[in-house]
């Protein structure tokens, strides 16, 4: 589990450094050219980029799952191999698992919850629950582009015997995607 503290780190460290450079310097200020001065600020600001960088980029590695009004409720962590679900504070609820051909979604507590097919969260009755960004017709809202450090996953449970697949139905339960998806904690 990447959770960028190592960054962090490397980033308050090159700071420290450049900064304690410039302390060290700094009374020797009047035979350094001006150019030196601008240099350290500019090293500065390139460091804060790529840290800043680096931080979007943790989040690239994340898909967005959307409820029926366009929210992103929860998401998958695709550096996972289990293809875990978070919830968008970072609380793992749920994770893939392939049986034949489809995807089978399952929570911690060792629940069949339903299926994930071209990127729809379908419930055991076959109704949309949630989708990824083009996946179904629902727009996405903007917005949710800072997360939280992502919590400890809890140990699952004995996977139940999945329910017979039902044929998909291209609209949404009355079951709201935090409400499926918590299923799998409970």
Known sequence: MNTGFGIQERFLTIVQIV?????????RIQYMPLISIN???SIKSAIALVFFCSILNLNAQDLDIY????????YF????EDQTIYFINGK???????SDTIYQVYGFNGLHLGWYHNGVLRDKEGFMVGCVDGACYVIPRMGNFVRPFKQLKPFKSFRDLPSFQPHFIDLFIKLSLHEFLLNGIR
Do not use: F, H, W
Not at 19 to 27: G, H, Q
Not at 77 to 80: I, V, Y
């Open 19 to 27: 900064n304690r450079y410039s302390y060290l310097n700094a009374n």
């Open 39 to 41: 240099r350290i600020n």
């Open 67 to 74: 409820n029926q009004e366009g929210n992103a409720t929860a």
């Open 77 to 80: 962590d695709l550096q996972d």
């Open 92 to 98: 793992a609820v749920a994770y893939l698992y392939l």
